[in-house]
C-alpha cells in the first residue's frame, strides 16, 4: 500500500470533518421539526380549549335601568344576575339606580345606547317606558321586568305576541286570589284601604281591578293616591281612620314607603296585605303573592334564549307569575297581637323586622 503524503493526510480531515458537519446540520434540523411539530401540536390543543371556553361563556354588555332600591326590584335585578351566570353568559353590567328619580328613565338608556349595550333590561313600569323610548328605531332589544300590565303600559302589542324589539315578565298575579286570602284570614273586614303613586300606569290599572273586586264581593274601597314618599305619613293618617284592612299593591312609592304604612297600620291593630314579599320584610303583617327573584331568573332566561338562540324579542311571549310565595311578618303579628301559630299563617315562612 502506498503511503499518503502531509496533503493527502490533510485532505482526508477535511472531507471527514465536512460530512460530519453535514450530518451534525441534518440531525439538528431534525430535532428543531420534532420539537417543532410537539409545540404545534400543544398550541393546537390550548387553541381548541380557547374556543370551547369561548363557546361556553358568551361575553355581553347589558345595561340595567332600575327604578328605584327597595326588596322586591332589587330581587328581579339579582335573580336576573343569577341565571345569566348559570346559563354561562359572561355579562359586562352597567347598573343605572335612578332611585325614584323619573327624569333619569329616559336620559340613563340614552348612556346604555352610546356605549353600545347589547341589551337594555328595565325594572319596573317606569324605567320600561323610558327605556322604550330612548331605543326608538335603533336595534337594541329591551327586556323588562316588574311590569303589571304591558300592554296597557304600551310597551308590547300583546303578551303572546310582544312585537317590535321588547319583551320580559308581568309581575301580575291574580288580585282576586289574594284578596279572597285576605277575606279568608280576616273575615270581618268591611273596608280596604289601598296608597298608590299617581305617577304610574302600572297602579291605577291594579286600582281599577280592586274597585270592580271589592264591589263584586260586597267590600268598601278607600283609595289614596300620593306623588311622593313626602306625603304618605298625612295621607295615611286619613286612611286609617276610615279601613279595617289595608292590601298593598305593587306599587313602588308604597314598597319604598312600606315601614311608615306598616307601623301606622300595626299601632291601629289594621291587618295588612301585600301583593309581595318586600313590604312584608319592611312592616306589613302578610302576603301571599309573588316572588321577584323567581321573576328575575326568567328575566335571566329570555335574555339567554335572545343571546344563545339568536331569537328575536319581540318573539318570545311576555311570561307570567304563576307561582305564589306565602310570608307573614312575626313582629307585625305579635305587635297585633295575633298568634303566630293561628291557621291563618298555616304555611307562610316566618320573617322578623331588623
Not at 353568559?89 to 329616559?106: E, F, K, P, R
Request: some cysteine.
Amino acid at each position: 500500500m502506498k503511503r499518503l503524503g502531509g496533503k493527502g493526510i490533510i485532505i482526508i480531515l477535511l472531507v471527514s470533518l465536512l460530512l460530519v458537519g453535514c450530518g451534525g446540520g441534518n440531525n439538528k434540523a431534525a430535532n428543531e421539526g420534532n420539537e417543532n411539530t410537539s409545540n404545534n401540536t400543544v398550541n393546537t390543543e390550548n387553541g381548541n380549549n380557547e374556543a370551547e371556553a369561548s363557546e361556553e361563556n358568551v361575553q355581553v354588555k347589558i345595561g340595567i335601568l332600575q327604578l328605584a332600591e327597595h326588596i322586591a326590584l332589587d330581587r328581579a335585578r339579582e335573580g336576573f344576575e343569577e341565571e345569566l351566570k348559570s346559563q354561562g353568559i359572561d355579562a359586562g353590567i352597567d347598573l343605572v339606580n335612578a332611585q325614584g328619580d323619573l327624569s333619569l328613565t329616559s336620559t340613563a338608556p340614552k348612556k346604555f345606547i352610546e356605549s353600545d349595550v347589547d341589551i337594555i333590561y328595565a325594572i319596573a313600569t317606569p324605567a320600561a317606558q323610558g327605556a322604550l323610548n330612548a331605543i326608538g328605531d335603533k336595534d337594541i332589544p329591551l327586556i323588562f321586568n316588574a311590569v303589571t300590565d304591558p300592554v296597557a303600559a304600551g310597551l308590547v302589542e300583546s303578551m303572546e305576541k310582544p312585537g317590535g324589539n321588547v319583551t320580559g315578565v308581568s309581575d301580575y298575579f291574580s288580585t282576586e286570589e289574594q284578596l279572597d286570602g285576605f277575606m279568608k284570614a280576616f273575615p270581618e273586614m268591611k273596608t280596604i284601604g289601598v296608597l298608590y303613586s299617581t305617577d304610574e300606569a302600572n297602579s291605577q290599572v291594579q286600582v281599577d281591578e280592586l274597585k270592580e273586586l271589592t264591589e263584586k264581593k260586597g267590600l268598601k274601597l278607600e283609595t289614596v293616591g300620593v306623588s311622593s314618599v313626602n306625603d304618605v305619613p298625612t295621607a295615611m293618617t286619613s286612611l286609617v281612620n276610615k279601613i279595617d284592612g289595608f292590601f298593598c299593591i305593587t306599587d313602588n312609592l308604597a314598597a319604598n314607603s312600606a315601614t311608615i304604612i306598616g307601623d301606622m297600620l300595626a299601632e291601629k291593630k289594621i291587618p295588612s296585605f301585600a301583593a309581595e314579599q318586600g313590604p312584608v320584610e319592611m312592616g306589613l303583617l302578610m302576603t301571599d303573592g309573588v316572588d321577584y327573584k323567581a321573576l328575575g331568573h326568567e328575566a335571566g332566561k329570555i335574555a339567554a334564549k335572545m343571546i344563545k338562540d339568536k331569537t328575536p324579542a319581540g318573539e318570545i311571549p311576555v311570561l307570567r307569575a304563576t307561582e305564589s310565595k306565602k310570608v307573614v311578618n312575626e313582629s307585625v303579628a305579635e305587635r297585633m297581637e295575633l298568634d303566630i301559630n293561628s291557621d291563618i299563617f298555616e304555611g307562610a315562612e316566618k320573617v322578623k323586622l331588623k
